[in-house]
């Protein structure tokens, strides 16, 4: 006999998260400042950055194996904790007042590379805490928390910098991860592994996976394509809003009517789950394109906040929606590898598209690059539904999920 999962792990993830959502918005915040009012240059910005980056793509996959082999709480816990010390080590870092740049991106590195299994075990847990039929729920509460913490706690990270400096900024950051460990440790739900075959294989069986489905891998695809072109827009808009639509302050108004548009996306998919996720989901994506496109007609400042927060609305309905999807329609044995291929596509192809925006704005003009990485992206984005599987999944509304005896997840 099974029984549905108790709320209260759910609770328990869903405020861990929040704050550490809310901290991690301390930490670009203050390493900006503290390496640019250092005397440090943009360049060495870039690379503490790309440090984060690199290790976060290069652990992904390994991460996705090891969530899958042991308990996704110890996984998270670990990565919390170990994200706390590279947080503490960082901020001693700028409050002793060091200057090794190589220093700086190994503890950047160790940062990244935490996060790469954190992410794919987090994808793990999410769907062991709730019945099947409130995992669309589940998810949409989990992307309003995300997106207020991203709305706040820039805001506060800004005036937390100005007043107390930027390492208290990553001491704040460093508490945020423990309390999330510390809320992932209290809960309690079995967790079934994988049997171990080696990571080699196991690699190909998530792979495997993603193949197997019609809809996983053309999503993956489209996900790629649509990435790379939104890796050239986030530049390139950035270059716009600054130079013709206001500056900072602009940039200020776009950010906050982005997150205002997320909030909104996420409390739709909340009070209108759809019984079709991808069917409803992908078409949502497309509107991003607009939000792409008003920068360079009408290329009015009214008009790019109006399409940001129609775009990212529908961008956090999306998500919310793919994430039911992958609960649903991957075998939880496999997720955290499935999720990991999915981390992966998105985080290689963001950074091309960012070292390609300035070249070929260079060569054909920011605004017709601007144009055509907005088609791109709509192209991508109605692609998946040429594909049968992703007009027919369907979401899973009546079987609870199973709940074992219980056993420490931490």
Do not use: K
Not at 35 to 50: F, M, Y
Not at 207 to 217: D, F, P, Q
Request: proline share 6%; net charge positive.
């Amino acid at each position: 006999m099974t029984s549905s999962p108790a709320p209260s792990g759910f609770r328990l993830l869903a405020v861990g998260q929040g704050l550490s959502w809310f901290g991690d918005a301390f930490a670009p915040i203050a390493l900006a400042v503290a390496v640019l009012a250092g005397g440090g240059s943009a360049s060495e910005l870039g690379l503490v950055l790309a440090a984060t980056m690199a290790a976060r793509l290069a652990g992904t996959l390994v991460g996705g194996v090891w969530a899958d082999r042991v308990s996704p709480g110890r996984i998270m816990v670990a990565s919390d904790v170990v994200r706390a010390l590279s947080a503490l080590g960082t901020a001693g870092y700028f409050a002793t007042g060091q200057d090794s740049v190589p220093l700086l991106c190994g503890l950047a590195a160790v940062t990244g590379g935490a996060a790469a299994f954190f992410g794919p075990a987090f994808v793990s847990l999410r769907p062991l805490l709730v019945a099947a039929d409130r995992r669309h729920a589940a998810n949409a509460t989990l992307n309003i928390l995300q997106n207020s913490a991203f709305i706040l706690g820039p805001a506060a990270a800004g005036v937390f910098v100005a007043w107390a400096g930027a390492p208290w900024a990553f001491v704040v950051n460093a508490a945020s991860f423990l309390v999330s460990a510390g809320t992932v440790a209290a809960i309690r739900v079995d967790a079934p592994r994988a049997a171990r075959v080696g990571l080699l294989a196991e690699l190909r069986e998530g792979w495997h996976e993603v193949t197997s489905r019609s809809w996983l891998l053309a999503g993956l695809l489209a996900a790629t394509a649509y990435h790379a072109a939104f890796g050239a827009v986030t530049v390139l808009v950035d270059v716009i809003a600054v130079r013709d639509l206001g500056g900072p302050t602009a940039l200020g108004w776009i950010s906050a009517a982005s997150g205002a548009g997320g909030l909104v996306g996420g409390l739709l998919a909340l009070r209108m789950p759809p019984s079709r996720p991808l069917f409803v989901g992908w078409p949502c994506v497309a509107l991003m394109s607009l939000f792409a496109a008003a920068f360079a007609w009408p290329g009015h400042l009214a008009a790019v906040i109006g399409a940001a927060v129609v775009a990212f609305g529908g961008l956090m309905y999306f998500s919310v929606c793919w994430d039911t999807a992958l609960q649903d329609g991957v075998p939880h044995s496999v997720l955290a590898r499935v999720s990991s291929w999915d981390i992966l596509t998105s985080f290689v192809a963001i950074p091309a598209g960012n070292a390609l925006a300035g070249p070929l704005a260079h060569t054909y003009g920011t605004g017709r690059v601007i144009l055509v990485a907005a088609v791109v992206m709509a192209l991508a984005s109605f692609a998946p539904m040429l594909v049968r599987g992703s007009r027919e999944l369907r979401r899973t509304t009546s079987v609870p999920a199973p709940e074992p005896a219980l056993a420490t997840l931490g």
